[in-house]
């Protein structure tokens, strides 16, 4: 069904009601009154019942006409949005740009870069896909993601250092170890070794990876990043962790850094990759500089 009420009308029935008269809204919409007039009247006759009411000199909404005035407000700002959509496709800007993000990095610093891209390219549609190990380089490989945020090169791509992240073993508050470390302090590898360790599952379906280097022989195998947190926290077992992505837990005592006799924290260099490095969209340039000027480095804030 085509509406009988055209665009025009409804932004000359809002234009009255904003400047408060018709000599107002026609200066606003750069019309004649004469023309902001017989708009507004073509717009009533289509309507059951009065929108406008004249007050002296001053058109005021009637009970219809201020639910009217919102659905008009928003019909109009779509229309733009329509518009605007077009005008940014037309210059080349893609409409949609996935990024696979390894467990490895801060969602939160990610988000923070986005949110910066956003604010200048609203129209652009983002998708992020949530990887771990192989399934990054998957993504990568498999041309699924424009951006990837990786801690692994494959042979054949380049990709710009974003910064590192410390991977510790942690337990939770009640877990056998922290008495043990109470009472003889730093525990070797074998008595880490004796104890349940928490991995991170292989989001790749072609060669499964492990995310625990200690391999334990008491293994539980978990999804996300989010919920080996929980697992570790409710003294299920132990797990290494990003640093960066615990700092809360750590500081209130929720996860506990386990001291070991041998150094097993691990340093793991963070990259971006653009999958087609040489023709790369614009917006995936853009979302590439923000990552690159924001990752890993103190923010203010996020804008909004």
Not at 24 to 36: D, R, T
Request: hydrophobic share 40%; with cysteine; glycine share 6%.
């Amino acid at each position: 069904m085509i509406p009988k009420i055209s665009l025009e009308q409804w932004a000359a029935f809002k234009a009255v009601v904003d400047e408060g008269s018709f000599a107002k809204a026609a200066e606003a919409l750069n019309k004649s009154q004469s023309a902001v007039s017989y708009a507004i009247a073509k717009l009533e006759e289509q309507l059951p019942t009065p929108v406008l009411t004249q007050q002296g000199r001053k058109a005021v909404l009637t009970e219809a006409g201020k639910q009217l005035y919102r659905h008009a407000t928003d019909l109009l700002a779509q229309a733009a949005t329509i518009e605007n959509t077009a005008k940014y496709l037309a210059s080349g800007w893609e409409s949609e740009v996935t990024i696979a993000v390894d467990a490895l990095f801060s969602m939160g610093a990610v988000f923070c870069a986005l949110q910066h891209f956003s604010v200048s390219s609203p129209q652009t549609r983002l998708r992020i896909l949530e990887t771990t190990l192989s399934g990054t380089e998957e993504a990568l490989l498999g041309r699924k993601a424009d951006l990837v945020l990786t801690g692994t090169i494959p042979p054949g791509f380049s990709g710009t250092r974003l910064g590192e992240v410390s991977m510790i073993p942690v337990v939770g508050q009640q877990h056998p170890l922290v008495q043990l470390m109470q009472q003889s302090g730093p525990i070797t590898e074998q008595e880490l070794g004796r104890h349940r360790q928490i991995v991170l599952r292989d989001t790749g379906t072609k060669r499964e990876q492990s995310s625990g280097w200690l391999r334990a022989e008491q293994r539980w195998t978990v999804t996300h990043a989010a919920t080996s947190i929980e697992a570790v926290k409710n003294g299920l077992g132990f797990a290494f962790l990003p640093k960066e992505k615990i700092l809360q837990e750590l500081e209130a005592g929720s996860l506990i850094e386990v001291a070991l006799a041998e150094k097993m924290e691990r340093f793991i260099s963070l990259y971006l990759i653009k999958t087609e490095r040489q023709n790369a969209g614009p917006a995936t340039q853009a979302i590439a500089q923000q990552l690159v000027e924001r990752y890993g480095k103190p923010q203010p804030k996020c804008v909004t």
